[in-house]
Every structure is written in C-alpha cells, then in structure tokens.
C-alpha cells in the first residue's frame, strides 16, 4: 500500500523512530508450540532458553532502547516453565508487559488459575492468536473465540485479538470489531497479513482491502503508519485508535 491510496484529504505522517527511540522490545523465551499454524515460521521447535538467558535478553534491550513496553512471545510462552518470573522481571524494570499467545492454555481446566497466576505476576494484556489458520485445532474458530474471551473477560484481563489475514478473506478487522467490542476488557486487533515461510505474501493479501473495509464500513481511518524500509510513501503498518 502507498500513502496515495489513503482518502483525499487525509494527511497523517509516517511514524519514524532512531534506534535508539524504540519504545517496544519482543521477547523471547522458547520455540517450543502446542500448534502447528498454517505458514508458521517456527521451523526450530525445540529451543528453550533459560530463565538466565531470558533476564539477560532483556537488560541488553534496556540498555540500547529506550523502551516503555515488552511483549513475551515465542514458539508458545505458555508452556514456557518460568513464565511468571519472566513476567515480574519485565515489571521489576518498569516496563508494560505483553503475552503473545495461542491460547490454549487457557481453554484447559487449570486456565482461569494459570491466568490468575500471570496476572498476579504483573501481566498487563495478552494478545490472543486465533484464526482461520487454525482450523485443524479449532474447527470452529468463532466458538474458540467467544469462549477464550469469556475466560479473559471474567478474570479482567486486559486482551488483544491477533489475527493472521490469508488470501480470499476480506473485511476481517470489521468483522472483528462489530463481534467482539461487547466484551469490557477487549482493547483492540494486532493484524497481519498472510506471509509464507519465506517472507513472500500469500496471494491475494492486500493492506489497502483491510483499510478501505475499516473506512467504509465502520468510518475509521488510521492516526499514523510505519513506512517501509524502501521508502516514506510505501505503507507497512497502519496505526488505528
């Protein structure tokens, strides 16, 4: 997408950060996953750090950023054994902290007191993995959805929807937003488009379709946007609130 393909009249500026600016750090701590996602890029699945490896990871981020916010990934960072160490170390620094997740944890019988236990860690939101993409765990992905954020929504934590878009489906965002802004502790979509093991976009995945459905249909238009490494006029990341 370029930023010619933004409404006439609408004039927002890239959002360019130096190095030493960047307010967010991922970080992770195992490649093991309970889930095979479809196009998913962990092809080493049996690497696990340490809780020493971890910690150090992110002093180094505190010492060549500037950052205000972690987010805790993986593989799959719920199976991770030191996970709520991990959490309070990132909240020792004074940091906002972030999970990025499948979720599946959750949806087992020890969930509400696994998300009791982060939370208490010091755990400030969790971004949920659930898609089409996971069709072979979740036959209905909706009903996955609907339950997972049930879950989240009784124990007041904070929840992101992280949906991975794949070629030949259109007005995903809107769809999400219209479903799912009922529950109280529902803040908002992390969306990425479909991109094959080896960075090539799946077919048919256009940012410009996910913009113009918001805008259409909803009347939404983005605050800001990351450019492209190749240039201020080619869009990458578009910024909603």
Not at 41 to 46: G, I, K, M, T, V
């Amino acid at each position: 997408m370029k930023t010619a393909d933004f409404s006439r009249g609408l004039n927002i500026r890239p959002l360019l950060l130096s190095r030493r600016e960047v307010p967010h750090l991922t970080l992770e701590t195992n490649r093991t996953c309970n889930m095979r996602c479809r196009l998913c890029y962990n092809l080493e699945r049996d690497y696990v750090k340490s809780l020493d490896e971890v910690k150090a990871d992110l002093d180094a981020g505190v010492r060549q950023r500037n950052l205000s916010a972690v987010t805790i990934l993986g593989g799959e960072p719920t199976i991770y054994p030191w996970l709520p160490e991990v959490i309070a170390y990132v909240k020792s620094h004074g940091l906002f902290c972030g999970l990025l997740t499948n979720g599946l944890r959750f949806l087992k019988t020890e969930g509400p007191k696994f998300i009791a236990r982060i939370r208490q860690a010091g755990l400030d939101r969790v971004f949920v993995h659930v898609d089409s993409g996971q069709a072979h765990v979740h036959p209905d992905v909706e009903a996955a959805r609907e339950k997972m954020f049930g879950i989240l929504d009784a124990a007041r934590m904070p929840f992101v929807l992280s949906v991975t878009i794949y070629g030949g489906e259109k007005d995903v965002m809107a769809g999400v937003i219209r479903r799912y802004s009922r529950f109280r502790y529902f803040e908002g979509i992390l969306a990425l488009l479909a991109r094959n093991p080896d960075g090539q976009m799946d077919s048919g995945v256009e940012l410009r379709d996910e913009y113009s459905s918001l805008r259409n249909d909803l009347g939404l238009e983005p605050l800001s946007f990351l450019p492209a490494d190749n240039g201020d006029q080619d869009v990458r990341w578009l910024m909603y609130f």
